[in-house]
């Protein structure tokens, strides 16, 4: 099934995702299949938290940075289905999100690009008091 997704209103305004139902996995930084994931499947009332790095798709090289997390709300779902045999397979399915506002948690980020690869390491910060701190993973 694909995901279509549109942000109304805050730092993702006027952004449209789309993504595959099979690509849904833990990591923030396939926005729409993670929003897709954190807002249970894309149900009308649920919230989540975003975060937009434009830096991970224009440079290359290490980059460390924090950024805060931004909440949105599910306002709308639309599931599109077609008759297969005995039932209805999904296969589309366009959620809208409403901004709710900033919040007061960080998300930190870590993303070395060398060639042929990308590493990226990212940490949520609960607590924005708290200077944000990468793990020592090697």
Same mark, same amino acid.
């Given at each position: 099934?694909?995901?279509?997704?549109?942000?109304?209103?805050? %730092?993702?305004?006027?952004?449209?995702?789309?993504?595959?139902?099979?690509?849904?996995?833990?990591?923030?930084?396939?926005?729409?299949?993670?929003?897709?994931?954190?807002?249970?499947?894309?149900?009308?009332?649920?919230?989540?938290? !975003?975060?937009?790095? %434009?830096?991970?798709?224009?440079?290359?090289?290490?980059?460390?940075?924090?950024?805060?997390?931004?909440?949105?709300?599910?306002? !709308?779902?639309?599931?599109?289905?077609? !008759?297969?045999?005995?039932?209805?397979?999904?296969?589309?399915?366009?959620?809208?999100?409403?901004?709710?506002?900033?919040?007061? &948690?960080?998300?930190?980020?870590?993303?070395? &690009?060398?060639?042929?690869?990308?590493?990226?390491?990212?940490?949520?910060?609960?607590?924005?008091?708290?200077? %944000?701190?990468?793990?020592?993973?090697?």
């Amino acid at each position: 099934m694909m995901i279509r997704w549109y942000f109304l209103h805050g %730092p993702l305004d006027g952004l449209s995702l789309e993504c595959d139902s099979e690509e849904i996995s833990d990591c923030p930084l396939n926005l729409a299949a993670h929003a897709y994931r954190e807002s249970l499947n894309g149900f009308p009332g649920a919230t989540f938290d !975003a975060f937009w790095p %434009p830096e991970l798709l224009a440079l290359a090289g290490r980059i460390e940075a924090t950024q805060r997390l931004h909440s949105y709300r599910v306002v !709308a779902a639309r599931r599109y289905e077609v !008759a297969a045999a005995s039932g209805l397979a999904p296969v589309l399915c366009e959620i809208r999100a409403k901004y709710e506002g900033v919040t007061d &948690r960080l998300v930190a980020y870590q993303v070395d &690009r060398q060639a042929g690869g990308v590493a990226v390491k990212i940490r949520r910060q609960w607590n924005s008091a708290a200077p %944000p701190q990468l793990p020592d993973v090697p």
